[in-house]
């Protein structure tokens, strides 16, 4: 049974920083990519960062407004993937999910709120 586990948000003023955790378990971790998505009150679930691991090496891919402030990460020791989250704006308010590339599994989300 696959179970996913976000942690980290909170609220935060514009500018500030966060780093969100997603603890894995019931697959292979090291056989996915791994994204991390967001979604804000009324809106659609969006694509946030991507990062792919082969041969010990990793490639990562961000939407266009996180690009430059947002970093992905993974530790495959500890199951768990990373959003380091620079930056923040008021528009990143969101609830954030981890998702293994290419399924329908999706934990509880943790929300980011941005305000000052």
């Known amino acids: 049974q696959v179970q996913l586990v976000e942690s980290g948000g909170g609220l935060v003023q514009p500018g500030e920083s966060l780093r969100l955790s997603c603890a894995t378990s019931g697959f292979v971790f090291s056989n996915y990519v791994m994204n991390w998505y967001r979604q804000a009150p009324g809106k659609e679930r969006e694509f946030v960062a991507r990062i792919t691991t082969w041969g010990g090496t990793s490639s990562t891919h961000y939407a266009d407004s996180v690009k430059g402030r947002f970093t992905i990460s993974r530790d495959s020791a500890k199951r768990t993937v990373y959003l380091q989250m620079n930056g923040l704006k008021p528009e990143d308010t969101a609830t954030y999910y981890c998702?293994?590339?290419?399924?329908?599994?999706w934990g509880q989300g943790t929300q980011v709120t941005v305000s000052s």
């Open positions: 998702n293994p590339h290419g399924t329908n599994d």
